[in-house]
């Protein structure tokens, strides 16, 4: 069993960055890939970032490709959201996932916070 809370959630204005934090309870962390995903006003979740259960391979959605960065940090149970450049498009509560599968879809995750909200003015 692995419990995810996010935190770091803000509101900022665009062009401005973030960094989320997804911290794991239990001794299994490192067994698991980690993912973030959001899910803005009135639509469904998407994928945003997911990391390789060993930090070295790393995905990325098109629409934060090259301002969002992934991490984790297997010795501490936290997985990170780096979100620079930020647009009021990115608007959204972010949740992170853990899962033995991951994947792009909702699916391959298995345990799943409750959300940090981030909002981003114009």
């Known amino acids: 069993q692995v419990q995810l809370v996010e935190s770091g959630g803000a509101l900022v204005q665009a062009g401005d960055s973030l960094r989320l934090s997804c911290a794991a309870s239990g001794r299994t962390f490192s067994s698991y890939a980690m993912g973030w995903f959001r899910q803005a006003p009135g639509k469904e979740r998407e994928f945003v970032a997911t990391?390789?259960?060993?930090?070295?391979?790393?995905y990325y959605a098109g629409s934060v490709k090259g301002r969002f960065t992934i991490s984790r940090d297997n010795a501490k149970n936290t997985a990170y959201l780096q979100m620079n450049s930020l647009k009021p498009e990115d608007t959204a509560v972010y949740y992170c996932?853990?899962?033995?599968?991951?994947?792009?879809?909702?699916?391959?995750?298995?345990?799943w916070g409750r959300g940090t909200l981030v909002t981003v003015s114009s």
């Open positions: 990391i390789s259960r060993d930090g070295i391979t790393t």
């Open positions: 996932a853990a899962g033995l599968v991951g994947g792009y879809s909702d699916y391959g995750w298995t345990y």
